[in-house]
T-cell receptor, first 116, second 117 residues
Framework: KNEVEQSPQNLTAQEGEFITINCSYSVGISALHWLQQHPGGGIVSLFMLSSGKKKHGRLIATINIQEKHSSLHITASHPRDSAVYICAVRTPGDLYSGGGADGLTFGKGTHLIIQP | DAMVIQNPRYQVTQFGKPVTLSCSQTLNHNVMYWYQQKSSQAPKLLFHYYDKDFNNEADTPDNFQSRRPNTSFCFLDIRSPGLGDAAMYLC????????????????FGPGTRLTVL
């Protein structure tokens, strides 16, 4: 089963700071998702990557397949960015490996607070 | 807007009283997933449907069942809820399943928070 580790678990920063959240996983994947979850809310998909880098507004996601590592960056952070950011991976394999070929295996999330 | 809808957003049930959670989608996606997320934990996949093909995760308790009467709707039935089943239940969809690719992106609903008294 793929082990997904995120760091840091908690991060508090000031408005305007550059934020980096890291994700590493133990087994080769077919795709990695970065997700955002607000308190008491559902999950919003930010990015899905299998290689390289993607950018959307102030958010940038990168992935290094060889090193089994991904980062999510937020530029010019704002209090409305405060949320839990979750890394989730899709691992090729059979349906009986727990979060295998079709479901996602999730990290525990990074709780981000941006203070004004 | 095409979306994933979950009803109700908040559900309260009594210990042992069957409860059904609902998910619908206007994306016309082939795959629908149910995840359970307990407080301060990562979501955990319970099962998924690929069209009408039901796929149960090995460690999903028998207490949890699912139905997908058509492409748009999927239901999560908890036959005898226990206190440990209190959680956020998330429904998600994707156009296809299998290896990574644009069609694999999962779209999540807002979740249903289940309280068991």
């Amino acid at each position: 089963k793929n082990e997904v580790e995120q760091s840091p678990q908690n991060l508090t920063a000031q408005e305007g700071e550059f934020i980096t959240i890291n994700c590493s996983y133990s087994v080769g994947i077919s795709a990695l998702h970065w997700l955002q979850q607000h308190p008491g809310g559902g999950i919003v998909s930010l990015f899905m990557l299998s290689s390289g880098k993607k950018k959307h507004g102030r958010l940038i996601a990168t992935i290094n397949i060889q090193e089994k590592h991904s980062s999510l960056h937020i530029t010019a952070s704002h209090p409305r960015d405060s949320a839990v950011y979750i890394c989730a991976v899709r691992t090729p394999g059979d349906l009986y490996s727990g979060g295998g070929a079709d479901g996602l295996t999730f990290g525990k999330g990074t709780h981000l607070i941006i203070q004004p | 807007d095409a979306m994933v809808i979950q009803n109700p957003r908040y559900q309260v049930t009594q210990f042992g009283k069957p409860v059904t959670l609902s998910c619908s989608q206007t994306l016309n996606h082939n795959v629908m997933y149910w995840y359970q997320q307990k407080s301060s934990q990562a979501p955990k996949l319970l099962f998924h449907y690929y069209d009408k093909d039901f796929n149960n995760e090995a460690d999903t308790p028998d207490n949890f069942q699912s139905r997908r009467p058509n492409t748009s709707f999927c239901f999560l039935d908890i036959r005898s809820p226990g206190l440990g089943d209190a959680a956020m239940y998330l429904c998600a969809t994707s156009r296809v399943r299998g290896a990574g690719g644009p069609g694999n992106e999962q779209f999540f609903g807002p979740g249903t928070r289940l309280t068991v008294l």
